[in-house]
């Protein structure tokens, strides 16, 4: 054989090596939640429950997580209430008219494609930019594929936590949101 033609063979099984490693890379993707995800956020129906809103998530390697959402951290205020965070409203609703930061926590691996997570936003008064408290979100099992991923409201928990030392901060549950979204590619 020619030195060209060992050049040739030679390219073409480090390009079928790339091409098979390339697969095991996207099969092991399909494996893991790291990357960032765009979701849509809803809660069930009620008196209290805040309105769809859109939401990223990025999951980092060594199982952190950071967050931001349209709702707390788009200044939801509304300052033609005259009321800051968490006072209750015209018909008894709670107004939460607050600013948040974005969300930080820790997520684990619970099985294959299913993961829990925790994330913890600073939460201000939108009248004041007083410090108020924390919101914290914890969902129990959120399940993910290659470009998919979903939490049901049963397996998650967000609670508004009042006072400014979050171990004492005291919790005002808003219950479980259903959460469906895509992988940002």
Known sequence: M???TYLL???????????????????RFAHTPNGAWLLQVSFPPGPEAPPPFHETLTFHAFGTVTESNTALNANSYNPALGQGCGFTGPGGALEFNCNGSDGTGSWRRTSRNTIAFTIIKFVYDGATNAHVGYLRVSSSKV????????????????????GKDLESAVAIPFGGAKARGIRVH
Not at 9 to 27: F, K
Request: proline share 0%; net charge positive.
């Open 2 to 4: 020619s030195k060209r």
């Open 143 to 162: 399940t993910f594929g290659r470009d998919g991923i979903a939490q049901s409201a049963k397996d998650s928990v967000t609670e508004f936590l009042v």
């Open 9 to 27: 063979l030679l390219v073409a099984l480090i390009l079928l090596a790339l091409q098979a490693r390339a697969g095991d890379s996207a099969q």
